[in-house]
């Protein structure tokens, strides 16, 4: 009888070989470049291009469900733009802001927090606006 669970010694394994293909990819990726042999653009091994990979790891690793990983790809893109484009730092930022502000005030609020309010009536009898509090 075969189970499909995972041991913990299992998943350590995966980490690793994913972790040792990365660093495979990203050696071979840098000796292409020392050697010239293909045309690979400078902005490539940039900084702002590490920022964009390691939100991308940080999504992938926690199934694109906390939002971490979009600021940091938010902030990578924008100093790409900046460091390749003349004169874009005038708008980048500004747009930046707009899709971040943007982003926090139309996301879903959590279940947590539309449970609170449902199920406290102390606290929605606090916050009340239309009736007079009463104190007894």
Do not use: C, Y
């Amino acid at each position: 009888m075969n189970n499909d669970i995972t041991t913990p010694q299992e998943n350590k394994k995966n980490g690793k070989v994913m972790l040792g293909v990365i660093l495979l990819a990203a050696g071979g990726l840098l000796l292409v470049d020392q050697l010239d042999a293909f045309f690979i653009p400078d902005w490539l091994f940039s900084w702002p291009m590490w920022l964009i990979g390691w939100g991308a790891i940080m999504g992938a690793k926690h199934n694109f469900q906390k939002p971490s990983w979009i600021v940091m790809i938010l902030i990578g893109i924008i100093f790409l733009i900046n460091d390749n484009v003349h004169n874009a730092d005038n708008i980048t930022w500004p747009i930046g802001l707009i899709v971040l502000g943007a982003w926090i005030a139309l996301r879903p609020a959590k279940q947590a927090d539309r449970d609170f309010w449902e199920k406290n009536e102390k606290a929605k009898q606090h916050f009340n606006f239309e009736e007079p509090k009463t104190e007894a």
